[in-house]
């Protein structure tokens, strides 16, 4: 399988590359392919201005990209496509994870394009280039992304923004049908409430569709954390009906990390799949 892959992104990513490269290109992904990447904790992650001090675990893939100094940075970084990216996958039931790292000499600059964007995933503003030194990241742009596993090792490399090919490696490999809670009798839109650093209470609304052709009659709603609480506007579901569900979440300076599930119980179904609710909480005592 992996040497499959490696050998279907090689002809991906050289398809367009004059003959001289395309060996080099090939030998880079080699060498990236199965290479473990471990990001220390003591690299300044921020979430737009405000730093974390450590970073999720719980991920099934993680997506690194850097993006280089002489790069237009508002382009390369591409953070529309990534909101708009992270949401399809994780609204598909996958639990994906997502690091900028920006080699730039301007933060503010970078600080305010993040800011404008509301931008909810961790970005390095990395000056020195450690990123790329550290892992052997090799100059060509199109392989400065790379996709890892849970286990920190790379299974695909190359933009899924930039390369609509490359994405559907990306796709087949993170919403492959052993990775994804099969469907139950709700749907969640969206499946996964991504928050970003929050620093008080925060109100999101979530659509709750019965997916079935049965009234459905919501029993209770279980959280595994007391951060949230949750109100539905109708505990009776209509068949191919849908109804809001308002959740508040709020701010625990005991924990820097927001991992939170919660689950209906329904008349059709004890535990539906989960509605999974991330981020960051603000700890004054953050760098």
Not at 52 to 59: A, S, T, V, W, Y
Not at 221 to 243: F, G, K, Q, R, Y
Request: negative net charge.
């Amino acid at each position: 399988m992996k040497d499959r892959l490696l050998i279907l992104l090689a002809s991906i990513l050289i398809f367009c590359s004059c003959k001289q490269n395309q060996e080099s290109v090939a030998a880079h992904i080699t060498e990236l392919m199965g290479k473990e990447v471990i990001l220390p904790d003591t690299l300044p992650y921020r979430i737009i201005t405000d730093s974390i001090n450590c970073l999720r675990e719980d991920f099934d893939y993680r997506i690194i990209a850097y993006v280089d100094s002489d790069e237009c940075t508002t382009c390369a970084m591409k953070l529309p496509f990534w909101t708009n990216y992270l949401n399809y996958l994780n609204s598909s039931g996958a639990n994906v994870d997502l690091i900028i790292f920006i080699n730039s000499a301007d933060p503010v600059k970078i600080y305010n394009i993040l800011n404008n964007e509301r931008f909810v995933y961790p970005v390095v503003i990395d000056t020195s280039g450690v990123f790329i030194d550290s892992y052997g990241i090799p100059a060509d742009k199109r392989l400065h992304t790379v996709l890892i596993n849970s286990d920190d090792v790379i299974v695909a490399v190359g933009h899924p923004g930039i390369n609509t090919k490359v994405r559907d490696i990306y796709d087949d490999i993170i919403l492959s049908e052993s990775n994804i809670v099969k469907d139950s009798v709700i749907s969640f839109r969206p499946n996964a409430i991504e928050l970003g650093l929050i620093k008080e209470t925060q109100i999101r609304y979530v659509s709750v569709q019965n997916v079935t052709t049965d009234t459905i009659i919501v029993d209770d709603i279980i959280s595994s954390c007391n951060c949230t609480l949750a109100v539905l506007e109708s505990d009776t579901i209509m068949p191919n009906s849908t109804v809001k569900l308002c959740v508040e979440i709020s701010p625990d300076s005991t924990n820097p990390l927001i991992n939170s599930t919660m689950q209906f119980r329904t008349t059709k179904e004890y535990l539906t799949k989960p509605l999974t609710i991330r981020g960051y909480n603000y700890i004054n005592h953050y760098i």
